[in-house]
């Protein structure tokens, strides 16, 4: 069995069967710039608990895979450059080789699983990229959905993917994808989509209750919580939608492929808005950890 680094905290946490809430790594190291990216995380923590629950932001640093870091740690992490981006293919290379890397939602979730946490909060998951048609370019947090029991709230796909193409993979995939108080489905920086949402639930204790059932029926795989960013923090997609595209083109100029595509795009569309995407981006994050920690109080009873 692999040597888990919990955190105090994180640990007291899991002796006493209180809510704990997963965060992942790769929104702090590709994600967002520095210093906003730690500053993001130590305010995504405390939502968490403020809302009665503990944070674990997950990582591997030297080999070892952290569940909750110090702040020190976090800070450091922050600043780190050329750190491994981890998904389900390259976590186990990186941890028996005494690597350090930031895990992305692929891996945050068999690491939350590994750890008993079954909550998790990110920003936008990955997914089908647009052009995959020919590059084939498609996010393994659909298959990690697929297989491993943990419920992510996201503030959907990240609005840079194919959306339609992205949910109907998670449809063959089985996976339930639930808005959380809406009939559309968010968009990432957008709170609404034309895109007509699976399931919609309205409350944590539902979103709970569905979890659970899932695992008494033996169904393997968590739930899509797409939770919609609030209407006062959001980017209209009309908006976006030429930036979004004259970022994608960039990145097909320059021959931008495989993991550094979402960061390019990210970091693009960053200097683009001046800024804006990142202010919209903090505020559906900050907005799903609230979400999470009422579901994983609801979980924990
Ligand atoms: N949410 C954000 N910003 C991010 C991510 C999520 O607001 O940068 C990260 C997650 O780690 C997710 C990854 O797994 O982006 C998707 O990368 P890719 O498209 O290469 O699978």
């Known amino acids: 069995m692999i040597d888990l680094h919990f955190a105090p905290d994180v640990q007291a946490a899991k002796d006493a069967g209180r809510a704990i809430v997963a965060l992942e790594s790769t929104i702090i190291t590709h994600g967002m710039p520095y210093p906003q990216n730690v500053e993001t995380a130590r305010l995504v923590e405390q939502d968490i608990r403020d809302g009665g629950a503990t944070p674990a932001t997950i990582a591997v640093i030297n080999g070892a895979l952290h569940i909750g870091l110090t702040d020190p740690q976090l800070d450091a992490l922050g600043q780190a450059k050329n750190v491994a981006k981890l998904s389900r293919a390259d976590i186990a290379a990186c941890i028996a080789t005494g690597g350090t890397g930031a895990t992305t939602v692929a891996a945050t979730m068999i690491a939350a699983h590994l750890a008993g946490i079954h909550v998790f909060a990110t920003g936008g998951i990955g997914g089908v990229h647009k052009g995959a048609e020919t590059t084939f370019d498609i996010s393994a947090d659909l298959h990690e959905l697929a297989q491993t029991p943990v419920t992510v709230v996201a503030a959907g796909a990240k609005a840079i993917l194919d959306l339609e193409k992205t949910y109907e993979v998670l449809e063959t995939l089985g996976v339930p994808v639930i808005a959380y108080g809406q009939d ?81 795009l990210l970091g693009r569309i960053f200097e683009l808005t001046d800024g804006a995407s990142l202010t919209a981006n903090i505020a559906l994050v900050r907005n799903n950890a609230r979400l999470s920690a009422q579901i994983a109080c609801s979980l924990a009873g």
Do not use: C, Y
């Open 184 to 264: 559309t489905l968010p968009a990432f920086w957008s709170s609404t989509s034309p895109l007509p949402a699976p399931l919609r639930m309205d409350s944590a204790d539902d979103i709970a209750r569905a979890h659970k059932m899932r695992a008494a029926m033996g169904l393997p795989g968590g739930q899509l919580i797409a939770n919609p960013i609030p209407q006062d923090a959001q980017i209209p997609a009309d908006t976006l939608a030429p930036i979004i595209a004259q970022a994608l083109g960039e990145a097909d100029a320059q021959g931008i492929a495989a993991k550094a595509v979402t960061p390019f």
